[in-house]
T-cell receptor, first 113, second 111 residues
């Protein structure tokens, strides 16, 4: 039982390049989330998927797109990376009902030059 | 506008003593509160939670207190151990599944 897995662990991009961050969970959770963590700002929600087939914007969605490929997988795409997107990205999943905790992956450290 | 605030960026405590972490929130619709612990280069891990119908929840060395009228919660760790050195995030949610996180408090437990 791997929980939430993320690939890659590290990535360096040049401004304007694109990439997709992959996330998968094996806990049969309904809801999945993408966060970014920046120094002094905690975790901020980028996009989330309450259930398979649905996606919604979070607090900081600009410059990102997501795809809920199936119940297990939720990817985050940067179409044209900018230095302001340098951050650590975390994927999380939860059962999707009230009063439930989210389980986090190990993170992807992204640097945009 | 940050709806969950942790006003102390860091806390240093001696091993064996109590650590008290504080968190304030502004959204009165929040009804579920969580604490997460994070080590460097790892994802956050769930520590303890409390719903708004309670004012205290205890799990081993960890106790969370909720004061709804003051929109304030705190996490007590007793006794503090070296392995407790980490960043602690307070989080809150309403009925929409989304969590709002505070900026975190770095706890250092001194031997």
């Amino acid at each position: 039982n791997a929980g939430v897995t993320q690939t890659p662990k590290f990535q360096v991009l040049k401004t304007g390049q694109s990439m997709t961050l992959q996330c998968a969970q094996d806990m049969n959770h309904n809801s999945m989330y993408w966060y970014r963590q920046d120094p002094g700002m905690g975790l901020r929600l980028i996009y989330y998927s309450a259930s398979e087939g649905t996606t919604d914007k979070g607090e900081v969605p600009n410059g990102y797109n997501v795809s809920r490929l199936n119940k297990r997988e939720f990817s985050l795409r940067l179409e044209s990376a900018a230095p302001s997107q340098t951050s650590v990205y975390f994927c999380a999943s939860s059962l999707g009902s009230s009063y439930n905790e989210q389980f986090f992956g190990p993170g992807t450290r992204l640097t945009v030059l | 506008d940050q709806q969950v605030k942790q006003n102390s960026p860091s806390l240093s405590v001696q091993e064996g003593r109590i650590s008290i972490l504080n968190c304030d929130y502004t959204n009165s619709m929040f009804d579920y509160f969580l604490w997460y612990k994070k080590y460097p280069a790892e994802g956050p891990t769930f520590l303890i939670s409390i719903s708004s119908i309670k004012d205290k929840n205890e799990d081993g060395r960890f106790t969370v207190f909720l004061n709804k009228s003051a929109k304030h919660l705190s996490l007590h760790i007793v006794p503090s151990q070296p392995g407790d050195s980490a960043v602690y995030f307070c989080a809150a949610s309403g009925s929409d599944y989304k969590l709002s996180f505070g900026a975190g408090t770095t706890v250092t437990v001194r031997a």
